[in-house]
């Protein structure tokens, strides 16, 4: 596509619920990252694919989070049973091959759970 | 641990003034630097990206500078805009084989008439 593509934009969730976050890159983009804000607090870092290869998980907050990027294109970041504190703006970057290569940002995934 | 420091977290200055924002990181090793505004509600847009051996770059009003001795980069707005009311975010690229990025959390910066 010509940018970097997320859905939902918007979910609203209750409590204990699951949800699923998809990321489409640019195509051809090598790199993958997705990461969190909070409402008014800075990025937090979740996790990174190179290709299909999940490079560093150490952000995911606790195993009710994954991600995964089966082909190496399409992520998805899945949320079990959602909690309140979960809420926040899930944003993920795409970069074409190297690491000096331009990031490129999706528009988020507003996650509010209830 | 945060391996990406920014400070002060937040800043208000009038229009018209310059100011300057510090971003500190223990990254290593050492592969760019790069700086993002980022507008409310909206997505980081890329100001600079600097390499090991880049000391300084310009973007319009804005300028960064990098010591990677002392690993240390600051980002100088020259006459402040209204527009320029925005976080900036610094984020850092290892050099090992995964590229992983490390984010500061922000400045927010407030210009005031």
């Known amino acids: 596509g010509a940018g970097v593509s997320q859905s939902p934009r918007y979910k609203v969730t209750k409590r204990g619920q699951d949800v699923a976050l998809r990321c489409d890159p640019i195509?051809?983009?090598?790199?993958l990252y997705w990461y969190r804000q909070a409402l008014g607090q800075g990025p937090e870092f979740l996790t990174y694919f190179n290709y299909e290869a999940q490079q560093d998980k150490s952000g995911l907050p606790n195993d009710r989070f994954s991600a995964e990027r089966p082909e190496g294109s399409i992520s998805t970041l899945t949320i079990q049973r959602t909690e309140q504190r979960d809420s926040a703006m899930y944003r993920c970057a795409s970069q074409s091959i190297g690491n000096t290569g331009e990031l490129f940002f999706g528009e988020g995934s507003r996650l509010t759970v209830l | 641990k945060n391996q990406v420091e920014q400070s002060p977290q937040s800043l208000i200055i009038l229009e018209g003034k310059n100011c300057t924002l510090q971003c500190n990181y223990t990254v290593s090793p050492f592969s760019n630097l790069r700086w993002y505004k980022q507008d409310t509600g909206r997505g980081p847009v890329s100001l600079t990206i600097?390499?090991?051996?880049?000391n300084t770059k310009s973007n319009g009003r804005y300028t960064a500078t990098l010591d990677a001795d002392t690993k240390q980069s600051s980002l100088h707005i020259t006459a402040s805009q209204l527009s320029d009311s925005a976080s900036y975010i610094c984020v850092v690229s290892a050099e090992n084989s995964g590229y992983a990025l490390n984010f500061g959390k922000g400045t927010s910066l407030l210009v005031t008439p």
């Open positions: 195509s051809g983009h090598v790199s």
């Open positions: 600097m390499t090991f051996s880049e």
